[in-house]
């Protein structure tokens, strides 16, 4: 698939008019219509516009990485609840039927230090319950369970990067089922730009918390190590992630003043372009600055 710049950036632009991220994959960049959604097939391994009729095919492994790059950031949303919206029962229904033990107990985690980087006292009392529960009704001891609340509910901030590494290694684990060694990098490679485009959904949407989970997984993920340096640095000074684990920590709420934050995102950026003296990126982000601030 090919297209000019300005036209991915006008697919990018369009997916924030939506409540959800969507992925640019979703949407056919061949005809002039806006927010045509593709219908995917996959017995015959297409993409089809049903507006313009373009249709395109893809060999096996690419159709397989494609639709586990869909899977995985969907399914495993940073900053989102993996049991978004379940009750008590619906969460134990999921144990006994559907998920192995240890990914139950890590989507529980995840969405207990989730609840907890969002001050979401509803969602932690639930999970609190459904673990309860889960040890009465399986007849599991329930010391282990005690014991990692209180590692959860601990003042320190290493606990923060469970969510990360949680959604990290499940997406690992699909990308593993699907793509032969030789394209596991160039799969993590278009995980990271999903992730990258995430981010600035989230930073739109002024959700620090997702932001910060997306700048973390990216630093996990097993891409050149010059690309993780690049969002790494990029994420690193962006000051809305500024004493965003101490401000969690001592129960402050950690917001997103939208444009200031952005502009001086920007500038910094420029900065750090300039002093590696890519001057064509330091361009790029001073004009970024500039018309976020007009
Ligand atoms: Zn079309």
């Known amino acids: 698939m090919s297209n000019t710049a300005s036209e991915q950036d006008n697919i990018t632009f369009n997916e924030w008019a939506f409540n959800i991220w969507t992925d640019s994959s979703d949407w056919c960049v061949h005809c002039d219509k806006k927010n045509n959604k593709l219908e995917f097939d996959d017995k015959t391994k297409t993409t089809r516009c049903t507006q313009c009729g373009h249709v395109e095919t893809y060999d096996d492994i690419d159709w397989k990485t494609l639709q586990a790059q869909r899977y995985v950031v969907y399914q495993y949303m940073p900053g989102k609840y993996f049991f978004n919206n379940l009750s008590v029962d619906a969460i134990f229904k999921k144990y006994l039927r559907e998920l192995s033990h240890v990914d139950w107990s890590s989507w529980l985690i995840h969405d207990y230090v989730l609840a907890r980087?969002?001050?979401?006292k509803v969602v932690q009392e639930k999970l609190r319950e459904v673990a309860k529960i889960a040890a009465e009704k399986m007849s599991y001891d329930r010391k282990p369970w005690k014991t990692l609340f209180e590692k959860m509910d601990a003042p320190n901030a290493e606990i923060f990067l469970?969510?990360?590494?949680?959604?990290?290694?499940?997406?690992e684990k699909k990308f593993i089922e699907v793509a032969p060694k030789e394209e596991l990098q160039s799969t993590f490679q278009g995980y990271v730009e999903n992730l990258n485009s995430i981010y600035s959904y989230s930073r739109w949407k002024?959700?620090?918390?997702?932001?910060?989970?997306?700048?973390?997984?990216?630093?996990?993920?097993?891409?050149?190590?010059?690309?993780?340096?690049?969002?790494?640095?990029?994420?690193?000074?962006?000051?809305v992630l500024e004493g965003f684990q101490d401000d969690i920590l001592n129960?402050?709420?950690?917001?997103?003043?939208?444009?200031?934050?952005y502009i001086q995102w920007e500038i910094r950026l420029a900065d750090n372009y300039l002093k590696e003296s890519t001057a064509f990126l330091?361009?790029?982000?001073?004009y970024n600055a500039l018309t976020a601030k007009l």
């Open 251 to 261: 129960g402050k709420n950690h917001e997103i003043d939208g444009k200031d934050s």
């Open 282 to 286: 330091a361009v790029w982000a001073a």
């Open 206 to 239: 002024k959700d620090c918390v997702a932001c910060w989970v997306t700048s973390e997984i990216i630093k996990l993920c097993d891409i050149e190590s010059s690309s993780i340096e690049f969002y790494t640095k990029c994420f690193g000074c962006d000051p």
């Open 162 to 171: 469970q969510v990360p590494q949680i959604i990290y290694e499940a997406a």
């Open 117 to 120: 980087m969002r001050g979401d």
